[in-house]
């Protein structure tokens, strides 16, 4: 089993910045890739982010050259860094780990793995 404890969320305006973390308990030295996803009110939870255990990343188009992902195997833990934040950026933002990356010449994706945290909350004021 593994445990997902995120935090660094909070309330930011337009154009400002913030560093979320994810870390990992339990049986954390078997965690494979890892992903961001987020979930506005009203809405489906969308990938934002992904990165694999050699450190391959993805983004959703929405936030590339905006958000950047990585992560600390040492520490079990996984970062994002959201930089230039926008209104639309407002979400719960959730860790999941243990999932499926996959990357050729062309393309990335990432399948969600079993575990999940709990969400973090970023708000982002126009």
């Known amino acids: 089993q593994v445990r997902l404890v995120e935090s660094g969320g909070g309330l930011v305006q337009a154009g400002g910045s913030l560093r979320l973390s994810c870390a990992a308990s339990?049986?954390?030295?078997?965690?494979?890739?890892m992903g961001w996803y987020r979930q506005a009110p009203g809405k489906q939870r969308d990938l934002v982010a992904a990165?694999?255990?050699?450190?391959?990343?993805m983004y959703a188009d929405s936030v590339k050259g905006r958000f950047t992902v990585s992560r600390d195997n040492a520490k079990a833990t996984l970062y994002l860094q959201m930089n230039s934040l926008k209104p639309e950026d407002t979400a719960v933002y959730y860790c999941?780990?243990?999932?499926?990356?996959?990357?050729?010449?062309?393309?990335?994706?990432?399948?969600?793995?079993?575990?999940w945290g709990q969400g973090t909350q970023v708000t982002v004021s126009s």
């Open positions: 999941n780990a243990d999932g499926s990356f996959t990357f050729g010449l062309l393309r990335r994706s990432y399948s969600p793995g079993a575990y």
């Open positions: 990165i694999s255990i050699g450190g391959i990343t």
């Open positions: 339990g049986s954390s030295s078997s965690i494979n890739a």
